[in-house]
């Protein structure tokens, strides 16, 4: 499931060349993205980027000042609100507190022609989706906030729309209920065939249940891609930096052909090797390097194409996995992760220890200044 990768797909959503200006502050910069069916895209961007601003210009409560949005083709500008197949759940779930979970999930359905039956049908179907039968009869505050979170989903999909908004769907449970949901929210997104755009504050949680994150700064969208490209390709030191833990070294790059180039970084310390097959200009560059992918040893290892001395600085045990803080000759910290799934047979390090640090030349992601 690629259709972003396929030049013939065509998109669900398109955003063209959108801007969406508030007075004179700039919320969404130029912004062009495809979405496509049955996608489940994560907006993920720190406070103020636009994530919402995307939302709201989708549900119909903003117009873009600039720029077309079009769903099936069809510029969607002139359509209201209330006949958009969009709907958008928020994080405070704005269920009915004096209404049933059945007559929640109801309420939408009945606002339209849709005869009786044909609702309690889909009502009883919505209920079945979200594992919900046996609270129909329930108020809200007589159920669980994560049951509660079900409703508002059951809810939002009882019309069957094409496009459902997420607005931090899950921000009000706690970490393990969350991780739990997340799950199921992926399982009632493919079993319903329904697209999510989800906005998210929680990178974890847009790595796991998204098709795409998309990453935005400013009012743009930087990078767009599945979690695992993200991940390990990221565009820039702004997308490395904010999914996930990252070691950026800053250097001067000389390609030397055979997509190999040779960072000189630091005084006294050896060039280092790293493959792209990415080409850059040669000059200031960067070097993006996850924590996990750095080894940590007593000894240099003998065929490692780059391995640097340092000083255990500082050690965080988190259960499956040890960071360790690095301090090289020039007080630069780096980053390095074990996994402990060896129940520490191998020597383990403490405060002060000279170690080395290794990683391969491809160990990295070479980015431009
Ligand atoms: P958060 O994660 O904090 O919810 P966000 O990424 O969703 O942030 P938006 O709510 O889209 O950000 O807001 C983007 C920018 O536009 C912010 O600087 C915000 O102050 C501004 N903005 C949003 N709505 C309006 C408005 N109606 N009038 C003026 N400025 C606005």
Redesign the pocket.
């Known amino acids: 499931f690629a259709p972003w990768d396929d030049p013939a797909a065509s998109p669900l959503i398109r955003f063209r060349n959108v801007t969406k200006r ?2 004179d ?1 700039t ?1 969404i910069d130029d912004l062009s993205i495809d979405i496509f069916e049955r996608e489940f895209f994560a907006l993920l ?1 720190p ?7 995307m939302m709201r210009m989708l549900a119909g409560f903003e117009t873009p000042t600039e720029g077309v949005i079009e769903l099936d083709g069809r510029n969607i500008a002139p359509v209201p609100p209330n006949k958009r197949p969009v709907n958008m759940m928020f994080q405070s779930y704005a269920l009915f507190p004096h209404l049933s979970v059945w007559d929640n999930i109801a309420f939408g359905l009945r606002r339209t022609d849709m005869a009786k039956d044909a609702i309690a049908a889909r009502v009883e179907d919505m209920l079945k989706l979200t594992r919900l039968e046996r609270f129909s009869r329930r108020k809200p505050h007589q159920i669980s906030g994560g049951q509660r979170q079900r409703v508002a989903l059951a809810r939002s999909l009882a019309k069957a729309p094409k496009l459902l908004l997420l607005d931090e769907p899950l921000g009000a449970l706690d970490k393990k209920l969350r991780q739990d949901t997340q799950f199921e929210l992926m399982d009632i997104q493919e079993s319903t065939g329904t697209t999510f755009v989800i ?1 998210t ?1 929680d990178q974890e949680e847009a790595m796991t249940v998204a098709s795409r994150v998309a990453v935005m700064d400013q009012g743009r969208i930087v990078q767009a891609a599945p979690p695992a490209r993200i991940y390990e390709e990221p565009n820039s030191v702004y997308v490395a930096d904010f999914i996930g833990e990252v070691n950026i070294i800053d250097g001067n790059a000389a390609y030397q052909g055979d997509d190999s180039y040779r960072i000189d970084w630091a005084e006294g310390l050896e060039p280092l090797t790293a493959h792209s097959g990415r080409r850059i200009e040669s000059g200031r560059c960067h070097l993006a390097i996850r924590p996990e992918k750095i080894a940590i040893s007593a000894e240099r290892p003998a065929d490692a194409a780059n391995a640097v001395q340092g000083k255990v600085h500082d050690i965080a045990y988190l259960g499956n996995i040890s960071t360790y803080h690095v301090a090289l000759p020039g007080g630069q910290l780096i980053k390095a992760q074990t996994a402990n799934n060896r129940r520490i047979a191998r020597r383990s390090f403490t405060w002060e220890d000279p170690v080395w640090l290794s990683w391969t030349a491809t160990a990295g992601v070479l980015l431009a200044e």
């Open positions: 508030f007075g502050f919320a961007g406070s103020g980027c636009g994530k919402t601003t906005v504050h």
